[in-house]
Structure formats: structure tokens, C-alpha cells
């Protein structure tokens, strides 16, 4: 069965970063690309991140440009997004999802985790 988990969400202040970590199984990770989202209250959900299978590609929102960063270890069927100059604007439950074309794209996202919520103070 396939699965996919977050973690590494918290409280932090403005300013502050933290690292997500999403780790799938039963997937042929390394053939898929995969994508970070986040919902925020009342908000719809927007893909703040993707890389391709390879790591090779990656597609990031403006509003996170240069403050974000997306990576994989296909080695250990894990991605992260590296979150630096946090601002409140952040704060949200954030979910991976694994995509099942190799690339980056805005459909295909068949398979989600739970999510981890991500709060950044002012």
C-alpha cells in the first residue's frame, strides 16, 4: 500500500526555518516526481513546491522564491523543503504528494500524506 508521511512542522518565529521531511512507501519512489502543497485557513491549496524524479527540476511558487528549497534522496524515498526566512504569511498545513509522471506537472498527483502544520509567529 502506498503512503506518504510528513513531519518536521512546528512553531517558529518570523524570520526563523525549518525542514520538512516526506517519506513515501510502496511507491516506486524514484520514478515519480513529487510535490510540496500547503492549505492555509480559509485558503485554497497552492503547490509551493515540485522536483522532478531525478532531482534534476525544480519548480517553486514565487512567493517562496529564494527562501525555499525542495530536494530528494531517492536513496532513502525521502524529499525535503528547506524553509528559511519564515514569515507568518507561511503558516499552513503542508502536504506532500507524489506525482505519477517523472516530471513536474499541474495534474497527476495521486498520492498524498497527512499533512504537518507549519505556524510562523510575527
Known amino acids: 500500500q502506498a503512503q506518504l508521511g510528513e513531519s518536521g512542522g512546528d512553531l517558529v518565529q518570523s524570520g526563523g526555518f525549518l525542514r520538512l521531511s516526506c517519506v513515501g512507501s510502496?511507491?516506486?519512489?524514484?520514478?515519480?516526481?513529487i510535490g510540496w502543497f500547503r492549505q492555509a485557513p480559509g485558503k485554497e491549496r497552492e503547490e509551493v513546491a515540485c522536483?522532478?524524479?531525478?532531482?534534476?527540476?525544480?519548480n517553486y511558487t514565487d512567493s517562496v522564491k529564494g527562501r525555499f528549497t525542495i530536494s530528494r534522496d531517492n536513496a532513502k524515498n525521502t524529499a525535503y523543503l528547506q524553509m528559511n526566512n519564515l514569515k507568518p504569511e507561511d503558516t499552513a498545513v503542508y502536504y506532500c504528494a507524489a506525482n505519477v509522471h517523472s516530471r513536474c506537472a499541474l495534474s497527476g498527483y495521486n498520492w498524498w500524506g497527512q499533512g504537518t502544520q507549519v505556524t510562523v509567529s510575527s
Open positions: 522536483i522532478s524524479s531525478s532531482g534534476g527540476t525544480t
Open positions: 510502496g511507491l516506486r519512489w524514484e520514478r515519480l516526481a
